[in-house]
């Protein structure tokens, strides 16, 4: 079984430019995260999607930040412009549903250095 | 609300030794609790989880029991292997809220041959 595809797996931009990730799911998965971990911390929840709808997004900044995911497949997460602190690794994790949130899986990650 | 904490710093153990890291949660509501593992260049992974007080999760010779007494669900492994080097994560999930798994901040644990 295919895993979670995240990709570029790198990005070095400067501040105030802008970026995209790309995430596809588990095959089937209706759940799709993104999360961001800061070096040193634990991941957190930027946007929850269940199929192409939002289920939560209250950690998400979204004066820069923006994802979709039209089709309820595949997800794209935005950030535009990028400032310093947005250096970070972002993951994405899909699950069957809602109800099993706590057994993500995850993809590779995707790591976002801004100069 | 719902938070983790995770024992401060690195751990650097040989192999063989024992291992212990300590998590400790706040939750409103009845939360189920799991330990994630990312090892080198990988995504986090589902180690094991508890979802009930009195539980015990347990998988690749590690387990951890969900103490609702002492809010705790350390992870330990009687004798580790250099392949055991990796991050590892606690966090708690509740139903309802959207179902939100919060992450502790992670510890490091390397074992040297």
């Known amino acids: 079984e295919a895993g979670v595809a995240q990709s570029p797996r790198y990005k070095i931009i400067e501040k105030r430019q802008s970026v995209a990730f790309w995430c596809n799911p588990i095959?089937?998965?209706?759940?799709l995260y993104w999360y961001q971990q800061i070096l040193g911390q634990g991941p957190k929840l930027l946007i929850q999607?269940?199929?192409?709808?939002?289920?939560?997004d209250s950690q998400l900044p979204k004066d820069r930040f923006s994802a979709e995911r039209l089709k309820g497949v595949d997800s794209t997460l935005k950030i535009q412009p990028a400032k310093l602190e947005d250096s970070a690794v972002y993951l994405c994790?899909?699950?069957?549903?809602?109800?099993?949130?706590?057994?993500?899986?995850f993809g590779e990650g995707s790591r976002l250095t801004v100069l | 609300g719902n938070s983790v904490t995770q024992m401060e710093g690195p751990v650097t153990l040989s192999e063989e030794a024992f291992l212990t890291i300590n998590c400790t949660y706040t939750?409103?509501?009845?939360?189920?609790l799991f330990w994630y593992v990312q090892y080198p260049g990988e995504g986090l992974q589902l180690l094991l989880k508890?979802?009930?007080?009195?539980d015990k999760g347990s998988n690749k010779g590690f387990e951890a029991t969900y103490r609702k007494e002492t809010t705790s669900f350390h992870l330990e492994k009687g004798s580790v292997q250099v392949s055991d080097s990796a991050v590892y994560f606690c966090?708690?999930?509740?139903?309802?809220?959207?179902?939100?798994?919060?992450f502790g901040k992670g510890n490091q644990v390397v074992v040297i041959p």
């Open positions: 999607f269940q199929n192409n709808g939002v289920v939560d």
């Open positions: 939750a409103t509501g009845y939360p189920s």
């Open positions: 095959s089937g998965h209706a759940t």
């Open positions: 994790a899909s699950s069957f549903r809602e109800s099993l949130a706590g057994e993500l899986f």
């Open positions: 508890a979802t009930k007080a009195d």
């Open positions: 966090a708690l999930s509740t139903f309802g809220g959207n179902n939100r798994l919060a």
